[in-house]
């Protein structure tokens, strides 16, 4: 489609310990940003990827630089507005839209239809974990892997992005939230069911698992790769966050602070999280452990899921519940790690905002 334009909504809030929050969107409807293991910014930082409903459905859009106008690149009848992802290089965002793979150029609003993945069911049912059809895009480019729901199965499909070939790579019970090792192109790390969460794989699909619970209420979630250490970092909820070594199968302790979602700078330096029962705001973490948690803002966003007060609830398999993702802040370092960007529904519709870093 043509792009179009919409006019700035931008607005600057002060905020306290030198960080300045500005507004992005302010329109009466649902906007996000990428979930927050998935950049919301290209390495140069040329355009702030975000998604609006402002035309009644989910559609792709981008922020050119701060406070210029918004750009409308989708209009799609099916995006799934979880599976958006940028590539690195600026060149495309990657995103399902019903049964296809496709892709958008952000300079020109191109479309191009990459895979067909057929008449699966593309998500499991729900709001969370697999049902919300992330996607993982390599550090290159290259590869694009997309899990799909087929009948009792989640089936792994890899698109070269250069040939503009699609195969299925893996089969498992549960496929969710995959992630490209950003320092290897041939490891994945993807979420299993809830009660045995942690995996990877490489992309011929030779898989195993890298960590197990030790008891029946510990509660593994949020698993996010730590750049330039090929390592994961995973929640313990509520207690903090650990370190898996894939290779060695090592487990050690990162924090006792209780992140929700955390995610870490493009060195593995610093993380950033939100927190949740209580809500204390989002944070910056050194990871090294040598300094405290700093307080950045508070994005008074709703939060929602009631689980999450509550013990492992999966135990007995699935349960329903009410957590729609807009309404958590979901932090993420932009590429220098000088802003952090969030969405916030505390206006009572989901906005997305970006806190320049002092």
Not at 34 to 43: K, L, R, S
Not at 64 to 90: F, H, M, N, R, Y
Not at 195 to 221: A, E, K, M, P
Not at 332 to 350: E, K, L, N, Q, Y
């Amino acid at each position: 489609m043509a792009a179009i334009v919409h006019k700035t909504e931008a607005s600057v809030i002060q905020a306290a310990n030198g960080v300045t929050v500005r507004q992005v969107t302010n329109h009466p409807s649902i906007h996000h940003h990428p979930f927050f293991f998935v950049d919301a910014w290209d390495a140069a930082q040329s355009f702030l990827l975000l998604i609006s409903h402002r035309t009644g459905k989910p559609q792709i859009y981008i922020e050119p630089e701060p406070g210029a106008d918004l750009v409308q690149l989708t209009d799609e009848p099916a995006l799934a507005e979880w599976s958006v992802i940028p590539s690195k290089d600026g060149g495309w965002i990657y995103f399902v839209s019903g049964q296809e793979g496709k892709r958008v150029s952000p300079r020109h609003g191109t479309v191009e239809t990459l895979a067909y993945f057929g008449s699966a069911q593309m998500r499991e049912a729900g709001m969370v974990g697999a049902a919300m059809g992330t996607t993982a895009l390599s550090a290159s480019g290259r590869y694009w892997a997309v899990p799909v729901r087929s009948g009792e199965v989640s089936r792994f499909w890899m698109v070269d992005t250069l040939s503009q070939t699609a195969d299925v790579f893996l089969e498992q019970p549960t496929i969710g939230h995959p992630q490209f090792c950003p320092d290897d192109e041939d490891l994945i790390l993807y979420a299993g069911p809830m009660t045995d969460r942690v995996w990877v794989t490489d992309r011929s699909g030779n898989h195993r698992r890298i960590f197990r619970r030790t008891h029946d209420l510990q509660w593994i979630t949020h698993e996010v790769w730590r750049p330039g250490h090929r390592t994961v970092l995973f929640v313990d909820w509520p207690n903090g966050m650990g370190e898996i070594d894939p290779q060695t199968g090592a487990v050690k302790s990162v924090t006792g602070f209780p992140v929700w979602h955390g995610a870490p700078d493009t060195a593995g330096k610093r993380l950033v999280c939100d927190t949740n029962f209580p809500d204390r705001g989002v944070h910056i973490l050194d990871l090294s452990g040598s300094e405290d948690p700093v307080f950045v803002t508070e994005p008074d966003a709703s939060s929602q899921g009631g689980h999450w007060a509550k013990p492992f609830p999966y135990n007995n398999g699935p349960v329903k519940v009410y957590a729609p993702q807009h309404t958590q802040p979901h932090p993420r370092f932009s590429p220098d790690g000088r802003r952090i960007v969030f969405t916030s529904d505390a206006s009572g519709h989901a906005q997305v905002f970006v806190a320049e870093l002092g």
